[in-house]
Every structure is written in structure tokens, then in C-alpha cells.
């Protein structure tokens, strides 16, 4: 069967989606395309709408207002042509069973499966294949769970906060498995609070906050976006202040004793009119704001918008 | 799909404690309820003793007991930890999950019905024909799917702590007002016309006409499928709607 999509096909497409549970809305109007090959992060607080969002693209909720679409068909069709592998936060495991047997029941299920024994130690599992499931540690059971959305070969792999109970060294060979599935040509949509897993891993980062799409680009757009670069130095002799809060494409501004820190949307400019001051700047830095610190700038200032 | 009917029955088998009540449960209220039934009464308005009367009640009894407890429960666990989710995002269609989850209730009721028939036989000197035996275990064994059908939809209706009491509710209505506590001759009029209608009465009905050497009558056994299609595709239409989140 060669049901793979031509390169250029949209993965996934969301239409003004809307989704409500009384009178909070979870999802609002949101539209997001991805393509094929993509690894996304759908980065946000807890609450942002992520596993919502994440339900409404498997088809585990309809959606109140607007269209999903997977593969150009409705989720479930996606999901029953065995194009979508998930691996859910929610997602419990069938109990009194081994390991390998709830492997072999998901490659069974797939449409396209993957033999067993690859599926198993690909996920890193096959050294406790013959153990109870019920009997797992948290980051093993996050394992199988992960063998379960890679039991086939899937177009699309969804994880809701894949490597939530995993130690550092169980992440990383986590994302190396990960990194080897979209190499291999497959979109990723991670959800995740990690920044620092968004920052490396993905080439799109997708910002949701309060149910609303803040930002979508590379996490070095997104960062650029939250206004910034940093700049600290220190100055001899007096501080003339106010000429400094005059320099150009600040955003923010402090001094400390000797030291001046200010964020700038235009670091080169903000450098060079330092200089066309007259000031002769000591142990000058000029960093990139971490993606945590532009999450945080993005999501504070949607909030004064609100307020 | 064979692998999931197939884990489905092996979870049931390896459920040690669940398999050794379920299996116990109704031979021991057999021979409490039917210790004092008489031998030789017949049953008001038929040619069947009390002491028949009662092998054939309590076998189908017990086998309603262990699939509709058993599955309601199980599944409204399974609801809540997550598991079902996890299965919907797989092709299996909502027919191969209803299946799966009868096909391990099946496994439980065979024994049920065996060891009440052994206890019986033993304890109670009743005495049928091979043939009627044969037939009892066949019928009641096939009736008692038809509520394993009900106990995954309960398992879909109810959730969290209202499973139980739901449960018990359903169980213990069909069960008296179908006949299978005692006859529904004793009822008056009105309720034994509703009764004629309840799958739990023409379950018991398959047995009685068996023992009084009779095949099953037509109407209890179209009953007694259309009560199997509509929990069945019941339960398939919740599995596919299911929007429980853990």
C-alpha cells in the first residue's frame, strides 16, 4: 500500500476551531496548518488549550465551531487508515497484560504495522517485554505508551508531554528516537511545557495561550519577536540616564551602580548609537533572550492587552 | 481484532480471585435458596419442580451476575484510566471492542453454569437427560451474552462511583422481575405481561423449556436478539462517542 502523501499535502489543517466546556473556552477560533515533515512544538502554560487542541486534531472531541482536518478527511478516518500514531498524557494502558502483549495488540490494530521485536526495541522496551504492565516505573510506562504510537508506520505522530516522568537521560534518548522518526520523513507535533525541549528540538515553534494562537514561527522568530536581545555593560565616570533611555529600539531599560542593562529590538542599532554617543562601553555583552524568557514576554504582554 | 479478543479472554482467566467468586457466587446461592425448594411442587401453572426450577434460575442467574457486574465495572475503570482513549486512536472499529469484551464474559459464564449444574447433579440429585444438559449449558451459555452486551453499555452510561449503584439497579430489577428469583406465576397479572418482555424472562424461558423437554420458543429467542442488537450496537455507538477524559 502506498498511501503516502505527495510532499506538498497539508498534515494537518484547523479552520476558526472553537471548543468550549461551559463557559470556559478551551479553543478559541483557532487556525493552524501543518505540513509534512515538520517537527512542531505546541508550547504553553498549563490551561493554554494544548490537549484540547491535541483531542480535537485525534478526534477525541468535536469541535463546537470551525473544521479539523487530517490528511484532507475528518481525524477518525485519518486514524482508521493508520496514519496517526498518538501517544497521549491521558492515555492509559490495558492492565493484567506484558508488555509485549499490549505491543503486539497495537501493531495487530495498525493498518501498517511494524514487526513487533523492532517496535519494542526501538521504544527501548525489549528488556522488559515480558513484564507486567501494571508493574511499570512512570518513564517505562511513558515508553510503551510511545511504542503504542509507533507501532506502524504512521504519517503523523502526536505526543501530549511525551517525556513528562522520564529522568534527563531517558529524555534525551527519548528525542533521539524521536529526531530518527522525522528524519525519516514524518510530521511531529509535540506538546510540551519544556521550553528548552522546544528550543532544540523543534523547526516550528506554535505559542498557545488562553486557548489562542500567540505566536507560530522558528523558536529564533518567536524569540525575535518577544523584543529581543539583551545588552549589558558597564560605564565610568556619571551615568547620563536620560541620554540612554533615548537610544534607539529599547524595550527595556535598568541601571545598577555602574551597570546598564537594556533589552533592544535592534541590537546592532542600540550598539552603534551607544558609541555615537561619545561613551566608551566596558565588558559590552549582547546575548539572545532564552526561549523561556521570550515565552514569558510574549504571553505578559498578551495579558496587558486583556487587562 | 484476534488479538485483542484474545488478551481480552487471557486478562479475564489471569483475574484469579474475580474467575474463583464469579464461579462460586452461584453454586453457593443454588444450594442456599434451593436447599428448602421442594422436590416434588411444581412450580404454579407448569410441569417443572421447584428443584429444577431452581438449577435452571440460578445458572442463568450466576452467568448474568459475573458478565454484567464483571463488565460494567471494568470498563467504567478502563474509562477512567485512560486505556479506552489510547484504544480509539487505533483502527478498531467500536463492533471489535463490544466483541472483545464479550467474548471475556463468555469465558466466565461457561463455568458458572457447569459448576451449578455439577453442584445440582451432586448435592441435589436433579436428574435431566444428556440431551437436556447439553442444551441448558448451550442456551444459557448463549443468553448470557446478551448481558454481557449490557454490562459493557452500563460501563459506557455510568462512570466513576454511579457504576455500582446503576449496576445493581438494572441487575437486581431484571433479575426478580424476569423471573430468575422466583417464578412469575406468583406476580399478579399486570406484571407478568411486562415481564414476558424483559431479556432476563425469556432467558429464563430458553432454560424452563429445554428442562420440560421443549425446544426453546420462538419469541423468547427473537426477544432475546433484538436485546442482544441493541446493547450490542449500543455500546458500539458509546465507544465511538466516548468523550470521558481522565
Known amino acids: 500500500m502506498t498511501t503516502h502523501p505527495a510532499p506538498t499535502a497539508t498534515v494537518v489543517s484547523f479552520e476558526n476551531v472553537s471548543k468550549s466546556y461551559g463557559d470556559v473556552r478551551a479553543v478559541a477560533d483557532l487556525s493552524l496548518t501543518l505540513n509534512p515533515g515538520e517537527t512542531v512544538a505546541l508550547l504553553g502554560p498549563n490551561g493554554a488549550g494544548k490537549s484540547t487542541t491535541l483531542d480535537l486534531l485525534l478526534g477525541l472531541r468535536p469541535a463546537d465551531t470551525g473544521t479539523v482536518s487530517v490528511f484532507g478527511t475528518t481525524p477518525t478516518d485519518a486514524i482508521a487508515a493508520g496514519r496517526v500514531g498518538a501517544m497521549l498524557q491521558s492515555g492509559g494502558l490495558m492492565e493484567e497484560v506484558t508488555v509485549r502483549e499490549i505491543v503486539t495488540l497495537a501493531c495487530d490494530l495498525h493498518r501498517r504495522p511494524h514487526p513487533v521485536n523492532e517496535v519494542l526495541s526501538r521504544a527501548g522496551i525489549d528488556q522488559i517485554a515480558d513484564r507486567k504492565v501494571n508493574k511499570l516505573s512512570g518513564g517505562q510506562e511513558q515508553r510503551v505508551r510511545f511504542a503504542l504510537a509507533t507501532a506502524g508506520d504512521n504519517d503523523l505522530i502526536v505526543l501530549d508531554e511525551p517525556t513528562t516522568g522520564m529522568d534527563v537521560t531517558a529524555r534525551q534518548a527519548f528525542w533521539a528516537t524521536m529526531r530518527e522518526q522525522a528524519d525519516r520523513g514524518r510530521t511531529v507535533l509535540f506538546a510540551t511545557h519544556y521550553l528548552e525541549e522546544a528550543d532544540a528540538i523543534a523547526d516550528r515553534v506554535l505559542v498557545l495561550h488562553k486557548g489562542r494562537l500567540l505566536a507560530d514561527g522558528t523558536a529564533s522568530e518567536i524569540k525575535a519577536k518577544a523584543g529581543a536581545r539583551r545588552i549589558a555593560f558597564d560605564l565610568e565616570g556619571v551615568i547620563d540616564e536620560p541620554a540612554l533611555r533615548e537610544l534607539p529600539f529599547l524595550t527595556s531599560f535598568d541601571v545598577s551602580a555602574r551597570t546598564v542593562r537594556i533589552q533592544s529590538t535592534d541590537a546592532d542599532a542600540t550598539v552603534h548609537a551607544i558609541y555615537s554617543l561619545g561613551l566608551y562601553p566596558r565588558n559590552l555583552e549582547v546575548a539572545g533572550l532564552g526561549l523561556e524568557q521570550a515565552f514569558v514576554a510574549i504571553t505578559e504582554a498578551e495579558e496587558a492587552k486583556a487587562a | ?246
Open chain 2, 1 to 246: 481484532m484476534t488479538t485483542l479478543i484474545r488478551l481480552e479472554i487471557l486478562r479475564t482467566l489471569r483475574n484469579r480471585k474475580f474467575m474463583f467468586f464469579s464461579i462460586l457466587y452461584p453454586s453457593i446461592l443454588y444450594l442456599i435458596i434451593a436447599s428448602g425448594a421442594s422436590s416434588t411442587d411444581k412450580v404454579p401453572g407448569t410441569s417443572l419442580t421447584l428443584q429444577n426450577f431452581y438449577v435452571v434460575a440460578m445458572a442463568s442467574f450466576g452467568a448474568l451476575t459475573a458478565v454484567l457486574m464483571g463488565n460494567s465495572e471494568r470498563i467504567a475503570k478502563e474509562r477512567e484510566k485512560g486505556w479506552v482513549r489510547q484504544l480509539r486512536l487505533t483502527s478498531l472499529p467500536g463492533r471489535g471492542y463490544v466483541l472483545a469484551k464479550i467474548a471475556s464474559g463468555a469465558v466466565v459464564t461457561l463455568p458458572c453454569i457447569v459448576v451449578v449444574f455439577i453442584v445440582s447433579a451432586v448435592a441435589k440429585n436433579v436428574r435431566f437427560d444428556a440431551w437436556q444438559w447439553l442444551a441448558l449449558t448451550g442456551v444459557i451459555w448463549a443468553g448470557s451474552l446478551v448481558f454481557a452486551a449490557l454490562g459493557v453499555a452500563i460501563g459506557y452510561i455510568a462512570s466513576g462511583d454511579a457504576v455500582r449503584p446503576i449496576t445493581m439497579i438494572i441487575y437486581f430489577g431484571l433479575s426478580i422481575l424476569g423471573g430468575l428469583w422466583m417464578p412469575t406465576t406468583v406476580f399478579p397479572d399486570w406484571l407478568q405481561t411486562v415481564s414476558t418482555w424483559l431479556p432476563t424472562h425469556a432467558y429464563a424461558a430458553l432454560g424452563q423449556a429445554v428442562e420440560m423437554g421443549n425446544a426453546p420458543h420462538s419469541k423468547d429467542v427473537a426477544i432475546l436478539f433484538a436485546y442482544f442488537l441493541l446493547f450490542s450496537g449500543g455500546a458500539a455507538y458509546l465507544y465511538r462517542k466516548d468523550t470521558l477524559k481522565a
